[in-house]
């Protein structure tokens, strides 16, 4: 009987997959069997050490609680990272090809610069402007709210954030599952936590010293010292997503502010249901969407000639955007140059722009925004070049290129550097991030989530940055 | 063997091609975009597509748009029993979720039956194709127009 392929085996994005199929996880999955043996250790010393003492001397109701709590949690865990968190299929070549077409702007020959088609999109959703941005990679404009994992190279519906503890992305269909396992390890770790200290306390009671009670039950003081420390991280990560649902936003949305109110105008979240309730119970308890990946489906010969017209595709038209310099949004007017050549063939002119545009941030014009209040000082655009067709890179999201504020206005620009590096497996992951963040903000990214340097930082808007006289934080990050 | 270890979903997977192999390449193809004004729930635009004049009236084209958006609001809507569905789903562990199926699954079901019979009855006739939205990450809906090459 011949080998059945399936479709899993020629998916274009970087995730893993177990169980033929049924199980799929982010690339690096490391960090992942951290976390399940953190949980796993201190549950099975709490089960050992404290459980028959507490069961003995208080109630049997304990190891019932301890049990069906760890149960959950790890089957929340277990359904956060191996679901797919809502990845969204990658265009067609025809599809791609149309869409090509639609933004196609006609390039007359004797103009001196080149051009490039604008590469954002606006709609309205409930009368608020959203920009849905072209995926280089999926040749697709993303959806509201979708963003692209450079982790898994996917595009995710409702992206929240990449989180390598669960060694997968959380998005639009797993965000439930991850809510669900973090609460419950909230309360997990706050019962064994209590349970810990009872027991260490009722082994001192009889004015023994505190060493025999280490000595009798070396278990719960390993136990308490690792719930002491995960605790307060933990309770914290579930009090922001409970804030996060409850306002029916997702952690990436937060951190650029997406409905913060910018230069006087009025910003609401066109998806919230408009109260606390309807949020949460959307978010959490809603109609579960079904994964579009259809993963586990048998390999035809047309999907299969399909899938490999992608590829060839890609090359092909990487080669056409890698000569795009400088992206700018129709509404903005002319196109700036930067590098000031407009040849746009050789390869080896694509190095020495690239060169000159990676020194271009360490001098003045890209310094000034962030500490704030220059005026109109933002046309400056960088964008990421590197030679795609002689390196043979995987294809890159130019996500980094953003659109040039209108002029006359008074505000801080912002500035996003990213080397290309970052999406090719084979370079060094050398992402210089420059995004000037509110300190608050960063403050708050790192204490809650973790996962400052896995997030989507790549189209922070200026209404996270502008906020207030903070000087803006120039964030290195290497992922 | 291959067939005896099918779980539903695959079942509904294998059903939401169109039969003959799926739509064939290398023909025009028109694109009916996502409507996002209401939010993110699905939902297509209802305008009639200048390339499609010739072929199909207007009424058959809307009827056909507005009964798929009537099946995804279906899937989509935050009704009681939904809900019901997702806070037991969440008290069993979601281990549920591993022999049952959504209510979500059993719409887009109904829609693969859908779109089948509007092309055995609407489209095929006339030389188009409607594909299946979910084969197309809900993004479009995809019509082929089959014995027009692609410009």
């Not at chain 1, 599809?95 to 088609?117: C, D, F, L, M």
């Not at chain 1, 209108?406 to 995004?435: D, F, H, K, N, Y």
């Not at chain 1, 608050?440 to 200026?462: F, G, H, W, Y």
Request: with cysteine; net charge neutral.
């Amino acid at each position: 009987m011949p080998r059945i392929t399936r479709k899993w085996e020629l998916f274009p994005g970087r995730n893993r997959f177990c169980c033929d199929g049924r199980v799929m996880m982010a690339p690096e999955t490391g960090v992942f069997y951290v976390t399940v043996c953190l949980i796993a250790g201190t549950s099975g010393l709490f089960f050992a050490f404290d459980c028959p003492f507490l069961a003995e001397n208080i109630t049997p109701a304990i190891p019932v609680i301890g049990g069906l709590l760890f149960i959950f949690v790890m089957s929340a865990l277990f359904r956060t990272s191996f679901s797919d968190p809502g990845v969204i299929p990658r265009a067609t070549p025809e599809e791609a090809a149309y869409i090509e077409k639609q933004i196609e702007v006609p390039n007359n020959g004797n103009s001196p610069t080149y051009r490039p088609p604008p590469r954002t999109k606006e709609v309205l959703v409930r009368g608020q402007p959203v920009k849905l941005k072209y995926c280089f990679t999926c040749k697709i404009f993303r959806p509201p709210r979708a963003s692209h994992c450079s982790l898994c190279d996917n595009c995710v519906e409702r992206f929240d954030h990449h989180c390598p503890w669960v060694g997968n992305c959380v998005g639009r269909r797993n965000y439930r599952y991850f809510y669900a396992f973090i609460v419950s390890l909230a309360f997990l770790c706050v019962f064994i936590f209590a349970c810990a200290v009872t027991h260490l306390i009722m082994l001192t009671r009889d004015n023994k010293p505190f060493l025999e009670a280490v000595r009798l039950s070396p278990g719960s003081v390993v136990v308490g010292v690792v719930c002491f420390f995960s605790v307060w991280s933990i309770l914290g990560l579930a009090g922001f997503h409970t804030y996060l649902a409850t306002s029916n936003q997702t952690t990436n949305e937060d951190i650029k502010g997406s409905f913060t109110s910018k230069r006087g105008q009025e910003s609401f979240n066109p998806y919230s249901q408009r109260n606390i309730c309807g949020n949460c119970f959307y978010v959490l308890c809603g109609p579960a969407p079904p994964s579009l990946i259809d993963r586990r489906g048998v390999v035809t010969p047309e999907y299969r000639a399909e899938q490999e017209r992608v590829s060839e595709d890609c090359i092909v038209t990487d080669k056409t955007y890698g000569t795009v310099k400088i992206v700018q949004p129709q509404s903005n007017g002319v196109a700036v140059p930067i590098s000031g050549s407009d040849d746009t063939g050789s390869t080896n002119n694509l190095v020495s722009n690239h060169q000159r545009q990676q020194q271009q941030p360490h001098s003045s014009p890209h310094v000034e925004p962030m500490n704030g209040n220059v005026v109109n000082n933002s046309s400056q655009i960088v964008s990421n070049e590197v030679p795609l067709a002689s390196l043979n890179l995987a294809p890159i999201d130019i996500d980094e290129i953003e659109p040039l504020p209108a002029p006359g206005i008074r505000q801080t620009g912002c500035t996003v550097l990213s080397t290309a590096g970052l999406e090719s497996p084979g370079l060094p992951p050398v992402a210089t991030v420059m995004t000037p963040l509110s300190a608050s903000r960063l403050r708050l990214l790192q204490d809650t989530t973790m996962i400052e340097s896995a997030l989507d930082l790549d189209s922070l808007e200026e209404a996270s940055i502008g906020r207030g006289s903070q000087a803006g934080l120039i964030k290195l990050g290497a992922i | 063997m291959p067939m005896s270890n099918h779980t539903p979903l695959e079942d509904m997977s294998a059903g939401r091609g169109q039969g003959g192999g799926g739509p064939p390449q290398n023909c025009l193809k028109v694109y009916i975009q996502r409507d996002y004004s209401e939010g993110t729930m699905v939902k297509f635009q209802t305008r009639f597509p200048s390339e499609l004049g010739d072929r199909l009236d207007r009424q058959s084209f809307e009827y056909t748009i507005n009964q798929l958006n009537n099946y995804f609001a279906e899937a989509e809507r935050a009704s009681c029993s939904t809900y019901c569905e997702g806070c037991l789903a969440c008290l069993t562990g979601y281990l549920i979720y591993i022999c049952t199926e959504t209510h979500y699954e059993k719409c887009l079901r109904k829609i693969a039956k859908f779109v089948s019979e509007q092309n055995d009855r609407v489209y095929r006739p006339r030389g188009l194709l409607l594909t299946d939205p979910t084969t197309r990450g809900l993004r479009l809906i995809e019509i082929s127009v089959l014995d027009r090459p692609a410009s």
